[in-house]
């Protein structure tokens, strides 16, 4: 493959989430689209997943398995996009310089495998490093706001218009809010302080210039806690940019689920929050995937895979995936991805976040749903039944081969006390959640019921 020769040390992600469907544009797929067994066979939306580059240097010991990878991804996927090639820094390591030798290169392997395509992303605060020439520029003062709105306008026009009608949807607009926790406010806005208020709706005029037919989405990611407030912040610019002529098609959130993995992968949690955005009038997408095992406060508690946990997620996938349907109607519904096919090619795992708080050579979080040896994890079988319309209760999950995990559910053991026992070290955590709601407590009462409610082992 031209790709796999070409894309040293990078990232291979899919974002194909919000990529519309390939031969339909963009409704949902018609029911029996193929075999039930797979993901986007049972799926009447989009369905995506993620590879990573042969060579990336994170994770060679898993370089001998690259077919597996791109087997798993045929068969479970519809799209396909990258982390990084789409990016400024990627084609534009210069004001005045452009390569795109290497993102041609992904787009032809991608369209020869027979994908559709998704672009991530024209702005991504994330792209101004310290050592970029953007950051360079700001700090100087070297161009004037004027100077900077021509440079962003030519920039997204000739990106967008190089792959028109190849590259078939785009985040035009990545994760541009604050209010995660203690983000200070504002913390995000690169993009303003150098163009201008309203560079978010001209950025997104200009890529409809540039191809009319391509899907525009705002991303945007981590709806724990105050995902309430922030949902209904993400709504409000999609509407700014709206009445200042630009257009948003999709919002995408990023199902990054790293804190209180019971709580707020309940159902009620997230189909509040998906039908917000769909009752507003906007297409709907779950980005990115990824429900740790070992995240917090489970990383301060438990640091190596278990049967409970293995429940958890999977009752986590299935919720969220039921969620979804039950909230966006179907014209509505983009698709959603996971951010990786085995645990080791996860966020939640490769970018390790609770590394501050583990014990040395401790953890990680195993977000996906297959395992390191290309397995299909409890999880898969919760987010495939979510697709075929079953309702899971909480249920103690097999997990691969007896005694291959520690076997912290022996037969005498109460399953429930367990659960409840996580449940309420999750609330003890939410209690230093600055502005805390009442809602957290509903959807923590909510959870308590499913786990009363649900059969005995």
């Known amino acids: 493959m031209v790709y796999t020769n070409i894309a040293s040390r990078i990232v291979l992600v ?46 060679v010991d898993y370089e001998s398995n690259y077919s597996v990878v791109l087997n798993i991804i045929k068969a479970e996927s519809d799209y396909v996009g990258h982390d990084e090639l789409f990016r400024i820094r990627e084609t534009h390591s210069s004001p005045y310089t452009t390569d795109y030798s290497r993102l041609d290169a992904f787009v032809e392997f991608a369209e020869s495998e027979g994908y559709q395509i998704h672009g991530h992303s024209l702005l991504f605060y994330s792209d101004i490093g310290a050592d970029s020439w953007i950051s360079e520029y700001r700090s100087d003062g070297t161009w004037s706001q004027d100077q900077w709105r021509s440079w962003f306008e030519q920039y997204i026009k000739d990106k967008v218009a190089r792959y028109k009608g190849r590259v078939a949807s785009w985040d035009v607009l990545n994760e541009p809010l604050s209010r995660v926790l203690g983000d200070e406010e504002n913390a995000r806005n690169i993009f303003i302080d150098l163009a201008g208020s309203d560079i978010y709706a001209r950025a997104f005029q200009w890529a409809r210039e540039a191809d009319p037919e391509a899907i525009l989405v705002l991303n945007e990611f981590f709806l724990g806690p105050n995902g309430a407030a922030k949902t209904d912040d993400l709504i409000a610019l999609a509407d700014e940019i709206g009445r200042s002529g630009g257009k948003v098609d999709v919002i995408g959130f990023e199902g990054i689920y790293f804190f209180a993995p019971l709580t707020y992968t309940s159902y009620s949690y997230n189909y509040e929050r998906f039908k917000k955005a769909a009752d507003a009038g906007y297409r709907v997408t779950v980005s990115e995937l990824n429900i740790g095992l070992n995240t917090f406060p489970a990383a301060g508690i438990s640091q190596r895979q278990t049967r409970l946990m293995h429940s958890i997620q999977r009752k986590a996938f299935n919720n969220i995936v039921r969620a979804y349907i039950d909230a966006v109607p179907p014209a509505q519904r983009w698709g959603m991805v996971t951010w990786g096919v085995a645990d080791y090619s996860g966020f939640l795992r490769f970018g390790d976040i609770f590394k501050a708080i583990r014990s040395p050579g401790g953890g990680s979080e195993w977000p996906l749903l297959w395992n390191d040896d290309f397995d299909k994890k409890p999880a898969y079988f919760g987010f495939i039944s979510a697709l075929t319309g079953v309702e899971e209760p909480f249920k103690y999950a097999s997990v691969y081969e007896e005694g291959e995990l520690s076997d912290d559910l022996p037969l005498l053991q109460d399953f429930k006390a367990d659960l409840l026992s996580q449940l309420n070290a999750e609330k003890n955590a939410l209690i230093v959640v600055p502005s805390l709601t009442t809602a957290e407590d509903r959807y923590y009462e909510e959870v308590q019921r499913e786990i009363l409610d649900s059969p005995d082992r």
């Open 14 to 59: 899919i974002f194909l989430f919000t990529a519309g469907c390939s031969d339909n544009d963009g409704e949902e797929k018609s029911d029996g689209a193929g075999d039930s067994s797979t993901l986007k066979g049972a799926a009447t939306f989009p369905i995506g997943n993620a590879v990573f580059s042969q060579d990336d240097v994170r994770f």
